[in-house]
């Protein structure tokens, strides 16, 4: 049996990378559009954003660890906490559809500057968790093929947008969590 070519494998990744990368943010897109069906679940859905701050709080706390490790040499244990974050990020989406698809959309009722405040948190938050997708995907490949300096190059740009949408999907759970229904 013939090894596999780089070029054909890293192909067969990048086509992968790019159906998650579109997949994932039209999934996403749908729930807002798809009329949610009447389903009951054996517990309150209001618990399902609290999971997912909990998500991001500790993929927060394991980027800065693996930022950390790195820094100190340590690529073992900054691989376990990256790895860790992505099955985070990977739990924070399941979590996010399941919840988007059947609970009621929440509505920010602040005024004023908290308004503006809380509404660039949630845009910016948006645009850059789109982002993330194929930047963490792209990383972790490069990283897992050991292509060291490549996956230096881009986690650097992979790794503070990472952590800023991490950080403020908290923040927006927070300014978001008087609202939701009870």
């Known amino acids: 049996?013939?090894?596999?070519?780089?070029?054909?494998?890293?192909?067969?990744?990048?086509?992968?990378?790019?159906?998650?990368?579109?997949?994932?943010?039209?999934?996403?897109?749908?729930?807002?559009?798809?009329?949610?069906?009447?389903?009951?679940?054996?517990?309150?859905?209001?618990?399902?954003?609290?999971?997912?701050?909990?998500?991001?709080?500790?993929?927060?706390?394991?980027?800065?660890?693996?930022?950390?490790?790195?820094?100190?040499?340590?690529?073992?244990?900054h691989m376990r906490c990256n790895l860790t974050a992505v099955v985070l990020s990977v739990l924070f989406l399941i979590s996010y559809i399941i919840y988007h698809s059947l609970a009621p959309e929440t509505h920010f009722g602040g005024e004023g500057v908290i308004r503006m405040f809380y509404f660039f948190i949630l845009i910016t938050h948006i645009v850059l968790a789109a982002v993330i997708v194929p930047l963490v995907l792209i990383t972790l490949v490069r990283a897992l093929q050991g292509k060291y300096e490549r996956h230096k190059k881009i986690a650097r740009i992979t790794w503070p947008l990472w952590f800023y949408v991490a950080v403020t999907g908290v923040l927006v759970y927070i300014l978001l969590s008087k609202y939701y229904p009870q």
Do not use: E
């Open 1 to 77: 049996m013939d090894k596999p070519n780089p070029r054909q494998l890293q192909r067969s990744y990048t086509g992968i990378i790019i159906a998650i990368s579109i997949a994932i943010p039209l999934v996403v897109a749908a729930l807002f559009f798809l009329p949610h069906p009447d389903i009951r679940v054996g517990f309150r859905l209001t618990i399902l954003p609290f999971f997912n701050a909990i998500c991001n709080s500790l993929t927060a706390i394991l980027l800065l660890a693996s930022l950390y490790f790195i820094k100190h040499g340590q690529r073992n244990w």
